[in-house]
């Protein structure tokens, strides 16, 4: 897949599922974790929804001028040239945050060099697999207990609700 196109499974606008507030959220298509009791088995696939430009997409939320952004899927690291393409893009044409779900953890993105390249334009990751055995209704943008919310910058931290735990790491 080129860096400038990303095979987009759905965009759902002024969602408030994705992070707080308003926001713009790209599912994009294609998951190789696998996750046992995934919620979205259908965004496994690679080949599935369809290809969109980085500039389309940026358009799109950039004609928003209140909702912020979020990432999801699929996973937005098996992407992760075009995606960071866009949260660049995002950072440097807006002041829009980005929320960024992933099934890796953060400790395997930044192990790897070409995966750790989007983490600067991230505000907040919520990252690791989906595990069934720890599977808890009540948690706040996330399926289990293993998930955490990471706030990466300082700007969201007061936007984000008190009940969510936050793993602050720099
Ligand atoms: S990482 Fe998310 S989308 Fe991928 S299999 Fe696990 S729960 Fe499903």
């Given amino acids: 897949m080129a860096s400038d196109t990303i095979r987009v499974l759905n965009i759902i606008e002024q969602t408030m599922a994705d992070g707080p507030g308003l926001r713009t959220s790209i599912y994009c298509a294609g ?17 599935g929804g369809k290809d969109m430009k980085v500039g389309d997409l940026l358009e799109i939320i950039k004609a928003d001028e209140i909702s912020d952004v979020s990432f999801s899927g699929g996973d937005p690291f098996y992407q992760v040239d075009a995606f960071t393409s866009l949260a660049r893009r995002i950072k440097e044409e807006t002041d829009k945050t980005i929320w960024c779900w992933t099934g890796f953890t953060i400790e395997e ?9 989007m983490l600067p334009y991230i505000d907040v990751l919520v990252d690791g697999p989906f595990i069934l055995e720890r599977r808890d209704t009540n948690l706040l943008f996330r399926g289990s207990d293993n998930q955490r919310i990471i706030y990466l910058t300082p700007k969201v931290e007061d936007d984000i609700p008190g009940a969510v735990p936050l793993v602050k790491l720099r």
Avoid: K, M, V, Y
């Fill in 109 to 117: 993105i930044r192990a790897d060099e070409h995966l750790a390249q």
């Fill in 31 to 47: 998951c190789a974790h696998h996750c046992p009791g995934c919620h979205n088995p259908q965004s496994w696939d690679f080949a």
